[in-house]
């Protein structure tokens, strides 16, 4: 299977806190986003790195990419009940133009 | 624009009747895409269109599926005969440029076959 893997697939962690998940791929890429989905609802874009890019950011988030190792991490600093959702990374492979998700990490924030 | 749209939000039916979903994409968007999750199997690409030409459908599980891009601003996703298998929540997403920019996802077409 083309799809990515993340870990940790569930993550309990306290309001105020950092939640950091992962997301490792397969093949080489031209760049990699990740979303969000919320219960019972459609995926939100969150942010896109290029593969030549290292490092991202977008208000309370981080992304990191490392192309040697074929993985990337999303930070989310300063955690919010709100931000409780599942989070997934999505490939672009290089010559394609579609999206290719990962397993997903499923994020609970304690209010 | 009002985003993507999908319909119906839920369907139910039984196993061996016809059930066609609808998705219409944002306005000027170049990319369809559907996708099909499962809390066994994620989220799957099942096909893509560019400019209304199907460019991938290597992830069409088997014949009973198929789907249409008639024109820019509709598509639609059948499946013939359901089974109880296909049960699962369908995404229909558009984009841009496809991959190159980011995927506006609709809100979904949940799917029971009893």
């Known amino acids: 299977s083309q799809q990515g893997e993340e870990d940790p697939q569930a993550l309990s962690i306290q309001e105020g806190e950092n939640a950091t998940m992962n997301c490792s791929y397969k093949?080489?890429?031209?760049?990699l986003q990740w979303y969000r989905q919320n219960s019972g609802r459609g995926l939100v874009h969150l942010i896109l790195?290029?593969?030549?890019?290292r490092e991202k950011h977008s208000g309370r988030l981080r992304v990191t990419l490392d192309t040697s190792k074929k993985s990337s991490s999303l930070l989310i600093t300063a955690s919010r009940a709100a931000d409780t959702a599942s989070y997934f990374c999505?490939?672009?492979?290089?010559?394609?133009?579609?999206?290719?998700f990962g397993t997903g990490t499923r994020l609970k924030v304690l209010a | 624009d009002a985003g993507v749209i999908q319909s119906p939000r839920h369907e139910v039916t039984e196993m061996g009747q016809e059930v066609t979903l609808r998705c219409k994409p944002i306005?000027?968007?170049?990319?369809l895409f559907w996708y099909r999750q499962t809390m066994m199997r994620g989220l799957e690409l099942l096909i893509y269109?560019?400019?209304?030409?199907?460019?991938?459908d290597s992830g069409m599980p088997e014949d009973r599926f198929s789907a249409k891009m008639p024109n820019a601003s509709f598509s639609t996703l059948k499946i013939q005969p359901s089974e109880p298998r296909d049960s699962a929540v369908y995404f229909c997403?558009?984009?841009?440029?496809?991959?190159?920019?980011?995927?506006?996802f609709g809100q979904g077409t949940r799917l029971t076959v009893v």
């Open positions: 997403a558009s984009s841009l440029t496809g991959g190159r920019t980011e995927a506006f």
């Open positions: 093949t080489s890429i031209n760049n």
């Open positions: 790195i290029r593969s030549n890019e």
């Open positions: 999505a490939t672009v492979p290089l010559l394609s133009y579609k999206y290719i």
């Open positions: 306005s000027g968007h170049d990319y």
């Open positions: 269109f560019n400019n209304n030409v199907p460019i991938d």
